[in-house]
T-cell receptor, first 112, second 111 residues
Framework: DVKVTQSSRYLVKRTGEKVFLECVQD?????MFWYRQDPGLGLRLIYF???????EKGDIPEGYSVSREKKERFSLILESASTNQTSMYLC???????????FGSGTRLTVV | GESVGLHLPTLSVQEGDNSIINCAYS??????FIWYKQESGKGPQFIID?????DKRQGQRVTVLLNKTVKHLSLQIAATQPGDSAVYFC??????????FGSGTRLQVQP
C-alpha cells in the first residue's frame, strides 16, 4: 500500500523553539507539498517542491522554510515557533502531472 | 477530536439516501479535479477524479459530474452509509503543480 508518512501525529512545542516536521513518501513522486489546515480556512499551501533541492513558496510561506535533500523526504521547518502556528499540518505528494495526489495523516502541532 | 471545518456548510442525509455535494470553481483553465474525503483526525483520502475533457466519471457508489459552462463540480454518493460521514473537499489543478482546495462540506448521515 502506497504511503505518505508523517513522523509525528501530535507535537507540543514552546514559543521560540525550532520545529521540524518530517514527511516521507514511498511512491517515487517528484512533487511534495506542505499544507496547513485550520477551521474555516480549509487547506492552505505553505511550500512545495517539484524536485530534490527545489522549492517554491505557496500561499502562506511566512515563518516557514523547507528542505528536500532526498526525493522521498520533505521537511517543514518552523524557525521560531509562534502560537499562531498552532495548526494541523498535512504533507502530500504527487506525480508532476498532479495525478496520484496523496496525503499523510497529518501532524497536529500545538505551540504554547 | 478533530476541529477541522467548524464553520463548514453541512449536508444531512438519511442512511440509504443518495447524497449530492456541490463545488464551484473559479478558474476556467483548470484541467483536473479531485474529490477528497476527510474523516476526523485523518488526512484527506482520494475518492475520485475527473479531467476537464470529461463530463462524468463513475466509481464504486460515487459519481463526479463536471459542468465547465458554469464551472461546477458535484459528487454523488449512492445509498449513503454511516461510514460516509466526513468532510468532503473538491480540489482543482490550476496548472501550477499544486492543487487548490475548496473549503469543504460536512456530510452527516442519520441512521
Amino acid at each position: 500500500d502506497v504511503k505518505v508518512t508523517q513522523s509525528s501525529r501530535y507535537l507540543v512545542k514552546r514559543t521560540g523553539e525550532k520545529v521540524f516536521l518530517e514527511c516521507v513518501q514511498d511512491m517515487d513522486h517528484e512533487n511534495m507539498f506542505w499544507y496547513r489546515q485550520d477551521p474555516g480556512l480549509g487547506l492552505r499551501l505553505i511550500y512545495f517542491s517539484y524536485d530534490v533541492k527545489m522549492k517554491e513558496k505557496g500561499d502562506i510561506p511566512e515563518g516557514y522554510s523547507v528542505s528536500r535533500e532526498k526525493k522521498e523526504r520533505f521537511s517543514l521547518i518552523l524557525e521560531s515557533a509562534s502560537t499562531n502556528q498552532t495548526s494541523m499540518y498535512l504533507c502530500a505528494s504527487s506525480f508532476p502531472s498532479g495525478y496520484g495526489y496523496t496525503f499523510g495523516s497529518g501532524t497536529r502541532l500545538t505551540v504554547v | 477530536g478533530e476541529s477541522v471545518g467548524l464553520h463548514l456548510p453541512t449536508l444531512s442525509v438519511q442512511e440509504g439516501d443518495n447524497s449530492i455535494i456541490n463545488c464551484a470553481y473559479s478558474n476556467s483553465a483548470s484541467d483536473y479535479f479531485i474529490w477528497y474525503k476527510q474523516e476526523s483526525g485523518k488526512g484527506p483520502q482520494f475518492i475520485i477524479d475527473i479531467r476537464s475533457n470529461m463530463d462524468k466519471r463513475q466509481g464504486q457508489r460515487v459519481t463526479v459530474l463536471l459542468n465547465k459552462t458554469v464551472k461546477h463540480l458535484s459528487l454523488q454518493i449512492a445509498a449513503t452509509q454511516p461510514g460516509d460521514s466526513a468532510v468532503y473537499f473538491c480540489a482543482e489543478n490550476r496548472g501550477r503543480r499544486a492543487l487548490t482546495f475548496g473549503s469543504g462540506t460536512r456530510l452527516q448521515v442519520q441512521p
